[in-house]
């Protein structure tokens, strides 16, 4: 069983930047699970933006939507995955999720919409607005 909890979203106006924190704990180690950034606009599926392989990998996918942009770091003492974003745009606006799950990380984190991944993180709200 792993646990995830984000934190760091926010009201942000357009420009701006944000860096959102996943905190994993639990019994499992999570160095062989693939970290996933999700995000869920409303009205919309959840769809993967970004992933970091386990733990000293160091392999990240994008999306096309966000790179340039958002910046995945992985921190394996604090057991803390970051997401850092710039240059926010009211699109980005969404409920942010982190998710972990057996499956590396790789363009199949970021072309499957939904909740597959194996476990979840309650969500972050990220609001970019004027």
């Known amino acids: 069983q792993l646990q995830l909890m984000e934190s760091g979203g926010g009201l942000v106006q357009p420009g701006g930047s944000l860096r959102l924190s996943c905190d994993i704990s639990?019994?499992?180690?999570?160095?062989?699970?693939?970290i996933g950034w999700f995000r869920q606009a409303p009205g919309k599926e959840r769809e993967g933006i970004v992933c970091?392989?386990?733990?000293?990998?160091?392999?990240?996918f994008y999306a096309d939507s966000v790179k340039g942009r958002f910046t995945v770091s992985r921190d394996n003492a604090k057991k803390t995955v970051y997401l850092s974003i710039n240059s926010l745009k009211l699109e980005d606006t969404a409920n942010y999720y982190c998710?972990?799950?057996?499956?590396?990380?790789?363009?199949?984190?970021?072309?499957?919409?939904?909740?597959?991944?194996?476990?979840w993180g309650q969500g972050t709200q990220v609001t970019v607005s004027s």
């Open positions: 998710a972990a799950d057996p499956l590396p990380c790789g363009s199949s984190w970021l072309g499957v919409k939904g909740t597959w991944a194996q476990y």
């Open positions: 970091i392989s386990s733990a000293n990998a160091g392999i990240t």
């Open positions: 639990g019994f499992i180690n999570e160095d062989y699970y693939g």
